[in-house]
């Protein structure tokens, strides 16, 4: 959102890896596990959603183990549907892309694109509903 600080690619590296170890760590540390280690997405199991500091910070889990982190103000609402949204940009602009490498950060201007349409339609609406 407009409110949101701007930060580098190096601080967005940092909090991705340090949150897949926190993921990680999670999905083995837990005392009770989902069947077959899986959630309903058929994704192995760890953090969904951390609330901490007046930020959210959610993860979809893909079933071939891409992380997507959104980061949010807390009472942000459609948090998972932005995530499939990004999920489907990701599918869309950035596997189809002939130089992208995978385990590497996005640098795919259309994947960019898209997904500074989604968070600005995502802004209009949380606005909108206030």
Known sequence: ???????????????????????????????????????????????????????????LQTRTDVKFILTAAPGTLDMDQALKEIYVLYADFTLKNPFYEIDMPIRCELFTEGVDALVERFDRSLISKR
């Open 1 to 59: 959102g407009p409110l949101a600080p701007r930060i580098g690619t190096n601080d967005w590296l940092r909090i991705g890896s340090t949150f897949h170890s926190l993921h990680a760590i999670a999905a083995e540390a837990a005392p009770v596990r989902l069947p077959g280690n899986k959630t309903i997405n058929g994704c192995p199991d760890g953090i969904e959603e951390i609330e901490a500091g007046g930020v959210v910070v959610k993860c």
